[in-house]
């Protein structure tokens, strides 16, 4: 079997999950999320494989995967954290932080 078509048997692209990025196929766990577990966190493969239970060869071909369209992977995931950063700038308080900020306040 080629392995393009090992890779594609294990990921999965679908439009409304995730937001369409590359995922495991089956499970919500992002490509990305995988890589960062592994290269940012250092845990490995076959702990990431347990944890998710998830095959060994799943995980691999999430970062085959990965490192195959790191860039554009790597962009993508950094567009949509400032997203949320600015999302958190531009949000009122949540009640919880504006009781806190008060308690803070009073002291």
Same mark, same amino acid.
Request: net charge neutral; glycine share 6%.
């Given at each position: 079997?080629?392995?393009?078509?090992?890779?594609?048997?294990?990921?999965?692209?679908?439009?409304?999950?995730?937001?369409?990025?590359?995922?495991?196929?089956?499970?919500?766990?992002?490509?990305?999320?995988?890589?960062?577990?592994?290269?940012?966190?250092?845990?490995?493969?076959?702990?990431?494989?347990?944890?998710?239970?998830?095959?060994?060869?799943?995980?691999?071909?999430?970062?085959? $995967? $990965?490192?195959?369209?790191?860039?554009?992977?790597?962009?993508?995931?950094?567009?949509?954290?400032?997203?949320?950063?600015?999302?958190?700038?531009?949000?009122?308080?949540?009640?919880?932080?504006?009781?806190?900020?008060?308690?803070?306040?009073?002291?």
């Amino acid at each position: 079997m080629p392995i393009q078509s090992v890779i594609t048997e294990y990921i999965d692209i679908t439009p409304g999950v995730l937001g369409g990025k590359p995922r495991i196929a089956g499970h919500r766990i992002s490509v990305a999320h995988v890589a960062e577990m592994y290269l940012k966190m250092g845990i490995s493969i076959e702990e990431i494989a347990g944890k998710y239970n998830l095959p060994l060869a799943a995980v691999h071909a999430a970062m085959a $995967y $990965y490192y195959d369209r790191r860039e554009e992977i790597d962009r993508h995931t950094a567009e949509s954290r400032a997203k949320v950063e600015e999302l958190k700038r531009n949000s009122p308080p949540s009640p919880l932080q504006a009781k806190l900020k008060a308690i803070r306040d009073e002291q």
